[in-house]
């Protein structure tokens, strides 16, 4: 059975960090990408970064550029999102995802991703 297991989520001021972690469990292989998604009341998820099953490629949105960084652990089961320069519009409940074994290229559509976290609540005070 495959688990999807995020932490690091709290409660932050405006402008600080915070590091997320995502560890993926029971799959028999790394090679899937991964990716990071956010929801806030009211909203749809949204696409936040993706990585390939490498690390060696990475994408972000727009509204995260530059402040945020996805990586993944060697072993290729965990990744991260650094997240720097926290605004309170990031305040959210943050997903990772992970892509079906094989499924190697980064993606940031929800419905390229097959396995789910239960997600990790961030907040950002102003």
């Known amino acids: 059975q495959v688990h999807v297991v995020e932490s690091g989520g709290g409660l932050v001021q405006a402008g600080g960090s915070l590091r997320l972690s995502c560890a993926a469990s029971?799959?028999?292989?790394?090679?899937?990408?991964m990716g990071w998604f956010r929801q806030s009341p009211g909203k749809e998820r949204e696409f936040v970064a993706t990585?390939?099953?490498?690390?060696?490629?990475?994408d972000y949105a727009d509204s995260v550029k530059g402040r945020f960084t996805i990586s993944r652990e060697n072993t290729g089961n965990t990744v991260f999102l650094q997240m720097n320069r926290l605004k309170p519009e990031d305040t959210a409940v943050y997903y990772c995802?992970?892509?079906?074994?094989?499924?190697?290229?980064?993606?940031?559509?929800?419905?390229?991703?097959?396995?789910w976290g239960q997600g990790t609540q961030v907040t950002v005070s102003s």
């Open positions: 990585i390939n099953w490498s690390g060696g490629d990475t």
């Open positions: 029971g799959l028999t292989t790394s090679r899937y990408a």
């Open positions: 995802a992970a892509r079906q074994p094989n499924m190697v290229a980064a993606a940031s559509f929800t419905y390229d991703y097959h396995y």
